[in-house]
């Protein structure tokens, strides 16, 4: 088969689409043939060498997949050869084929296409993790989430509204802020001029935001405490912002708040199906009633994923860019 191999760690150029060794389902995996695979901030840093694969996961960058079972393993019951799945990776999903424990697929959401579905089961996943799951996100309260015109952006702003919350985010271009406001965000905020501190005591005339979705880290940690109300949720999912922040205590307990951080990839098997199955019965019928779509900037090649890589660097999107496999 073939796949996206990293050479060394770099630039985009290091990505190479070539012929790798066939895999094969252990028991309790099925084998899927890959239509499609999206990209992630993740892949960047794993292509830079910041972001290893978990002991036993496959080496080739993709976090998710979208594509048919071919080949299932000793002891797997509830999916068969030909069935159309989606899936949350550990890694591998820039190749032809991919194994995949069955707690982490998903069937493809009645209404979406084959290719559009490998945008879904990481941000979605992300997002009911971490905003429900985690902060416990209620009808009524104030939401906010940083890089709204994301992935994870664009799903947190759809799954938030659905939910009742007041949402505001923060995106860096005007057709960006824009497209969240299509999605469903009652406050946009263009972080290159405007200070999102003051624009949240604005909009929620001092009381601050219930619960904040975080990519940026360090960078926002301090600021995104003074953004917190009483009572607030920070949930940070990303470093974009740096790795090391200086936290006050005092305005934390002030607060009575609380800051968690997590990832997704590094879970064992069995937290990842825990979510997954909270995500096919709680979103699954949202996206199939077509009140949750997947955002999809482009589609390429998967032979062009240097490219793909480029576009995210350069934050050329909004939404997910999927890669075509098949």
Same mark, same amino acid.
């Given at each position: 088969?073939?796949?996206?191999?990293?050479?060394?760690?770099?630039?985009?150029?290091?990505?190479?689409?070539? &012929?790798?060794?066939?895999?094969?389902?252990?028991?309790?995996?099925?084998?899927?043939?890959?239509?499609?695979?999206?990209?992630?901030?993740?892949?960047?840093?794993?292509?830079?060498?910041?972001?290893? *694969? *978990?002991?036993?996961?496959?080496?080739?960058?993709?976090?998710?997949?979208?594509?048919?079972?071919?080949?299932?393993?000793?002891?797997?019951?509830?999916?068969?050869?030909?069935?159309?799945?989606?899936?949350?990776?550990?890694?591998?999903?820039?190749? &032809?084929?991919?194994?995949?424990?069955?707690?982490?697929?998903?069937?493809?959401?009645?209404?979406?296409?084959?290719?559009?579905?490998?945008?879904? *089961?990481?941000?979605?996943?992300?997002?009911?993790?971490?905003?429900?799951?985690?902060?416990?996100?209620?009808?009524?309260?104030?939401?906010?989430?940083?890089?709204?015109?994301?992935?994870?952006?664009?799903?947190?702003?759809?799954?938030?509204?659905?939910?009742?919350?007041?949402?505001?985010?923060?995106?860096?271009?005007?057709?960006?802020?824009?497209?969240?406001?299509?999605?469903?965000?009652?406050?946009?905020?263009?972080?290159? %001029?405007?200070?999102?501190?003051?624009?949240?005591?604005?909009?929620?005339?001092?009381?601050?935001?219930?619960?904040?979705?975080?990519?940026? %880290?360090?960078?926002?940690?301090?600021?995104?405490?003074?953004?917190?109300?009483?009572?607030?949720?920070?949930?940070?999912?990303?470093?974009?912002?740096?790795?090391?922040?200086?936290?006050?205590?005092?305005?934390?307990?002030?607060?009575?708040?609380?800051?968690?951080?997590?990832?997704?990839?590094?879970?064992?098997?069995?937290?990842?199906?825990?979510?997954?199955?909270?995500?096919?019965?709680?979103?699954?019928?949202?996206?199939?009633?077509?009140?949750?779509?997947?955002?999809?900037?482009?589609?390429?090649?998967?032979?062009?994923?240097?490219?793909?890589?480029?576009?995210?660097? &350069?934050?050329?999107?909004?939404?997910?860019?999927?890669?075509?496999?098949?």
């Amino acid at each position: 088969m073939y796949a996206i191999t990293i050479a060394e760690p770099g630039g985009p150029e290091v990505l190479t689409w070539g &012929e790798v060794p066939d895999e094969k389902p252990e028991p309790g995996e099925v084998l899927v043939e890959v239509a499609a695979t999206a990209v992630n901030r993740a892949d960047l840093m794993q292509r830079q060498g910041f972001y290893r *694969p *978990p002991p036993g996961a496959s080496a080739y960058p993709g976090l998710e997949a979208s594509g048919r079972i071919v080949e299932v393993g000793a002891g797997v019951s509830g999916w068969a050869v030909g069935d159309e799945v989606c899936a949350l990776l550990a890694g591998g999903g820039y190749a &032809e084929r991919v194994r995949v424990p069955t707690g982490q697929l998903l069937p493809v959401p009645e209404g979406v296409d084959l290719i559009s579905a490998a945008a879904l *089961p990481e941000v979605v996943c992300t997002v009911w993790s971490n905003v429900f799951m985690v902060a416990h996100l209620r009808k009524g309260e104030n939401f906010l989430v940083h890089g709204g015109s994301s992935g994870i952006g664009t799903m947190a702003i759809q799954l938030a509204k659905v939910a009742g919350a007041r949402i505001l985010t923060t995106a860096g271009s005007a057709a960006k802020l824009e497209r969240c406001r299509e999605l469903g965000a009652d406050v946009t905020i263009d972080y290159r %001029g405007e200070d999102f501190v003051a624009r949240v005591a604005e909009a929620t005339a001092g009381a601050g935001v219930d619960v904040i979705l975080d990519n940026m %880290g360090a960078k926002y940690l301090d600021r995104n405490v003074d953004a917190l109300a009483v009572n607030g949720r920070l949930v940070v999912i990303g470093l974009q912002g740096g790795t090391r922040g200086e936290l006050d205590l005092n305005k934390l307990l002030m607060k009575r708040a609380a800051v968690a951080a997590t990832s997704l990839r590094a879970r064992p098997v069995a937290e990842k199906s825990a979510i997954v199955a909270a995500v096919r019965e709680h979103v699954w019928p949202l996206v199939a009633a077509g009140r949750v779509v997947p955002i999809v900037d482009r589609v390429m090649p998967v032979a062009e994923a240097a490219d793909a890589h480029r576009v995210l660097e &350069e934050s050329g999107h909004i939404g997910k860019v999927v890669l075509r496999v098949r």
